[in-house]
């Protein structure tokens, strides 16, 4: 009997209406640091509960706590600046970093969260960090001579995050490239920074990249030096598994079955069908099913409406095969 398809999701889950209208009242001045944190840490352990309730077997904090994923980082390290709000698609904004010195981890910048949400749960909870590449690109660079200089200084800073995690007890980091997939052209800066995070690392070494041309990067994406590569794989009608038949995936693949960008719960087995696809080229124990990409843009009832599908799905397809966790 072969082991394999383990459950978890990719990172971020939506905020609470309460939450939404809390961090907008802090940010006029009409709420105190303390008191979102409080109610931060209350939707953080509802978050996690509601997980463990539908069965996922690697948990997520939710990452309530963030806004923007490049913001979050660079607003608790010295070297960057922060812009005013910036486009970044439709009608979304964030707040872009601006490197204006040398980048440095002079804190924890992700340990405490990680540390308050393993302590509500038994089951294992993910690291989450955003890699170097795309700190490095997703900002303004005002100080350094050039985007290798500025990546590999970030390499250095977040290498020190991911040992503080290691040290703090997590067995999962993740360490997030999405910008990966935009600029084959630079594949090999990237490679090289991310290697000098994950060097030494004992964790369980995982990298969400999403929404690119894979035909650019692929299969040179396996080149990254990291246990798995978590793939969105049911907006692109899972096109990419013929890829994976022309060059194999050699790599553990986080195997994404929920669309993230529609509103509309997948239904049980159009899940299964998935998965059964990917089991043509993939073996069980390299897949780790999850959602698309990180959950923030669908509404609470949506995310975990798609979450209970795709854990059922698992189930009977674990059943059907003899798989087993």
């Known amino acids: 009997m072969s082991r394999g398809l383990w459950t978890t999701t990719v990172g971020s889950f939506p905020k609470p209406p309460r939450l939404e209208k809390a961090r907008q009242q802090h940010a006029r001045g009409e709420l105190s640091a303390e008191a979102l944190e409080a109610m931060e840490r209350e ?11 539908i069965g996922i077997d690697i948990i997520v904090d939710g990452e309530l706590y963030r806004g923007d994923m490049t913001t979050y980082f660079a607003e608790r390290m010295p070297g960057f600046a922060i812009s005013n709000p910036v486009r970044s698609y439709g009608n979304r904004y964030y707040r872009k970093p601006i490197a204006v010195g040398p980048i440095r981890r002079k804190k924890p910048l992700t340990v405490d969260w990680w540390k308050f949400a393993q302590s509500q749960t038994s089951r294992p909870v993910k690291g989450m960090l955003t890699g170097p590449y795309t700190m490095m690109d997703w900002s303004f660079n005002e100080h350094y001579p050039s985007r290798e200089a500025m990546t590999m200084d970030l390499a250095e800073a977040i290498r020190e995050e991911a040992f503080a995690l290691q040290e703090a007890g997590a067995k999962y980091i993740q360490i997030d490239e999405p910008a990966l997939s935009v600029r084959p052209e630079e594949l090999s800066l990237a490679v090289r920074a991310f290697g ?49 038949r022309s060059h194999p995936f050699t790599k553990e693949i986080g195997y994404g079955v929920l669309d993230v960008h529609s509103h509309r719960v997948e239904t049980k087995e159009e899940v299964k069908e998935g998965i059964r696809r990917g089991l043509e080229v993939l073996k069980p124990e390299q897949m780790y099913v999850d959602p698309d990409c990180g959950l923030k843009t669908r509404t609470v009832d949506e995310a975990f409406a798609k979450l209970e599908v795709m854990v059922q799905a698992v189930r009977e397809i674990r059943e059907e095969k003899g798989i087993t966790t």
């Open 43 to 53: 939707e953080t352990i509802a978050v996690i509960k509601r997980q463990e309730a």
């Open 196 to 244: 000098r995070v994950t060097e030494g690392l004992q964790a369980k070494t995982i990298t969400h990249v999403c929404y690119g041309d894979f035909d650019l990067i692929y299969p040179g994406l396996l080149d990254m030096p990291v246990d798995q590569i978590d793939l969105e794989m049911a907006n692109s009608r899972y096109d990419l598994l013929d890829r994976f």
